[in-house]
């Protein structure tokens, strides 16, 4: 099957400081989820919260999906809520 690179783009409202950046990236990087790319930062300019960026190689749009929802399991595994900002194939 092709390969689909999927980029996933996470708004994580909780999300407060360093601690928190380091919380949610170990959540992602511990994972065996086809997740190739992974990265969160605070929102700038006052802004409450911060985002993550979640890159995965699917084969398919349905693998996509799932590895949203898996993403976000992570996420909340690691004590955020989050929605999904973006979706790119």
Known sequence: KPTIQATIEFNIPGMGCVACINKIDASL???????????????????????????VKVSSEEEADDAVQRAMGMIRDAGFECEVESLDL
């Open 29 to 55: 990087r511990s994972s065996n989820q086809n997740i190739s790319q992974s990265s969160s930062w605070l929102n700038g300019d006052g802004e409450k919260g911060g985002k993550a960026k979640v890159v």
